[in-house]
């Protein structure tokens, strides 16, 4: 690609061998209509690259060998992948040295971000004003430290294979916290009805991250994969905003061959007398409430499972029922994935995300 491109192009897919890539670097700078960039090969490019198509919506490059990509504010890039490559900023320039920009103008319709796979050590505070991510995937990021902050779009975060990741300090109330934007989601606008106990927001979130032990603001339970809270919790109702759940996973082999993925029930604990389920588990499900795939894990490296569940779904139980219990299940038999130990949080702090958003 010489920078003779046409305006009629509207996709490249690339699955060529490996090679060194002769492009100008202005090589896209008359493809200005090209909303597919999927690239599948380690090939090499000399002279760098200055600019991306301005239509470009999904950006799929596997094994990029840029160290920084031209992003700029006029993309309304929506799906990024970069796995496997060898990005160390996405935005290129004098000043800008982060994933987003201090203002926030570009890329504002980004939904996916996947960066397994490469080297960085913390990704910007900033990434939480990006108010249209719904999926972060870090998987065997080997060098990441830690979690900022999320935006209050986010959805789910796969961070597999993160050995150096430090989940032991997480803590909601703090700002680095792996749940705190998903709590604080939609409480501006409904700040007087959560005040008054009529309207909670309904979100969930969960994620899959690299960790030891379970953090020890979750209530440990008795069970491995069922974790329950009583009701009344000491903080009323009213003041509570959901559940917060954490499992400890543990692989004992490669889960790539066997598409293994979780699922979560409202359960019962089942008693003495009664016959135990086909799984062995000592509780009985009752309504599904998520189920999701599980990136693949190292054998034998620990990772934490947590989900978060918006009080708003479960009112009517509190009127009728003494507690609520949560169970987790492995989807596909034979799985070489165990779930290992169980904790529960009740997430009563309204008042402080309340007067944090004021």
């Not at 996709?11 to 090209?34: C, D, G, L, M």
């Not at 970069?82 to 994933?99: C, D, F, N, P, Y």
């Not at 902050?149 to 294979?161: G, W």
């Not at 165990?338 to 529960?344: E, K, L, N, P, S």
């Amino acid at each position: 690609m010489n920078g003779f491109g046409t305006e009629a192009i509207q996709a490249i897919v690339h699955y060529a061998q490996p090679y060194e890539a002769r492009w100008s670097s202005e090589a896209f700078s008359k493809t200005s209509n090209i909303r597919l960039l999927k690239i599948r090969n380690a090939c090499r490019l000399s002279h760098g690259l200055d600019c991306l198509p301005y239509a470009l919506r999904v950006l799929d490059w596997l094994g990029c060998p840029l160290k920084t990509l031209p992003l700029t504010d006029q993309l309304d890039v929506v799906d990024i992948n970069l796995s496997w490559s060898k990005i160390e900023q996405l935005w290129h320039g004098a000043k800008v040295k982060s994933l987003v920009p201090d203002g926030f103008c570009g890329l504002s319709l980004l939904r996916d971000l996947d960066l397994s796979g490469n080297n960085f050590v913390n990704l910007p505070s900033d990434i939480s004003k990006h108010s249209t991510l719904e999926y972060l995937c870090l998987n065997s990021c080997k060098k990441l430290q830690s979690l900022p902050e999320l935006p209050l779009s986010i959805k789910r975060v796969d961070a597999s294979n993160c050995a150096s990741l430090v989940t032991c300090k997480f803590h909601p109330s703090s700002k680095c916290s792996i749940i705190a934007s998903p709590v604080q989601w939609h409480l501006p606008r409904e700040r007087k009805s959560l005040l008054k106990g009529i309207c909670f927001p309904r979100t969930r979130f969960d994620m899959v991250i690299t960790g030891n032990e379970i953090p020890s603001w979750f209530a440990p339970q008795k069970s491995s994969s069922f974790a329950e809270i009583p009701f009344p919790h000491p903080s009323p109702p009213t003041e509570w905003l959901g559940f917060a759940l954490c499992f400890l996973l543990v692989a004992d082999r490669p889960l790539r061959y066997y598409h293994t993925g979780i699922t979560c029930y409202t359960a019962k604990q089942t008693s003495a007398n009664e016959i135990m389920v086909p799984d062995k588990d000592d509780w009985r499900a009752e309504t599904h409430v998520i189920s999701r795939k599980v990136p693949d894990m190292e054998p034998k490296l620990p990772h934490l499972y947590i989900l978060f569940l918006s009080i708003g779904e479960y009112l009517e139980r509190m009127h009728t029922d003494t507690s609520i219990g949560f169970g987790l299940r492995t989807n596909s038999r034979g799985s070489p994935l165990r779930i290992v130990q169980a904790g529960c949080r009740v997430l009563d702090d309204v008042a402080k995300c309340l007067k944090a958003s004021i």
